[in-house]
């Protein structure tokens, strides 16, 4: 099975930082990558589809972008209530395999 | 407004079953394709399986990790989404989602609405 990898596992950055993540997936797997976004104690809320698709309603300060296996998110200027785990997560073929996340928090 | 609202956790025994339920409204349940996902306690979100919507004729795939124990179904006319799961262990102690699914292309499609979850724990 493809394996996703995220890095970093977790990131300190400032209000109006760009921060960006990554997701490598072990195989090729086109652009069939999505980015969740989990609030603390919340639940997750879809933000990227085909890797660079902005979900309706989803800010733009947010994008994705990436192909075959390695794929960014990117927050363009981090916002306190950016305070989340992200997810990416393959969906080119079952099984729907997750990143481990990563965890953003505010410096 | 989409909701899916899911019921049926709690605690029990290993190797024992439950069936979860969720109940849609808000859309022509249908159309969708429906999974289920999963979250330890502190822990990172598990894909546990999916159903096609009748389009693609209702057919399920599931993680390795439930491949034979856990089943997904579908009652479209009562707008219901299942999960039977038996031979429960304690790694399958987690919070479960259950999401709709885009309809974009070919299911699997990435999730865009999920329930509140229910949680079930597996424990002697």
């Known amino acids: 099975d493809i394996q996703m990898t995220q890095s970093p596992s977790s990131l300190s950055a400032s209000v109006g930082d760009r921060v960006t993540i990554t997701c490598r997936a072990s195989q090729g797997i086109s652009n069939y990558l999505a980015w969740y976004q989990q609030k603390p104690g919340k639940v997750p809320k879809l933000l990227i589809y085909?890797?660079?698709t902005l979900q309706s309603g989803v800010p733009s300060r947010f994008s994705g972008t990436g192909s075959g296996t390695d794929f960014t998110l990117t927050i363009s200027s981090l916002q306190p209530e950016d305070v989340a785990t992200y997810y990416c997560?393959?969906?080119?073929?079952?099984?729907?395999?997750f990143g481990g996340g990563t965890k953003v928090e505010i410096k | 407004e989409v909701q899916l609202v899911e019921s049926g956790g709690g605690l029990v025994q290993p190797g024992r079953s439950l069936r979860l339920s969720c109940t849609a409204s808000?859309?022509?349940?249908?159309?969708?394709?429906m999974s289920w996902v999963r979250q330890a306690p502190g822990k990172g979100l598990e894909w546990v399986g999916f159903?096609?919507?009748?389009?693609?004729?209702?057919?399920?795939e599931y993680a390795a990790s439930v491949k034979g124990r856990f089943t997904i179904s579908r009652d479209d006319s009562k707008s219901i989404a299942y999960l039977q799961m038996n031979s429960l262990k304690i790694e399958d102690t987690a919070l479960y989602y259950c999401?709709?699914?885009?309809?974009?292309?070919?299911?699997?499609?990435?999730?865009?609405?999920w329930g509140q979850g229910t949680l079930v724990t597996v424990s002697s």
């Open positions: 159903i096609r919507g009748k389009t693609y004729g209702g057919t399920t």
């Open positions: 999401t709709r699914d885009l309809v974009m292309v070919v299911p699997p499609t990435p999730h865009d609405s």
């Open positions: 085909a890797a660079s």
């Open positions: 997560q393959k969906y080119n073929t079952a099984p729907l395999t």
């Open positions: 808000g859309f022509t349940f249908g159309d969708y394709p």
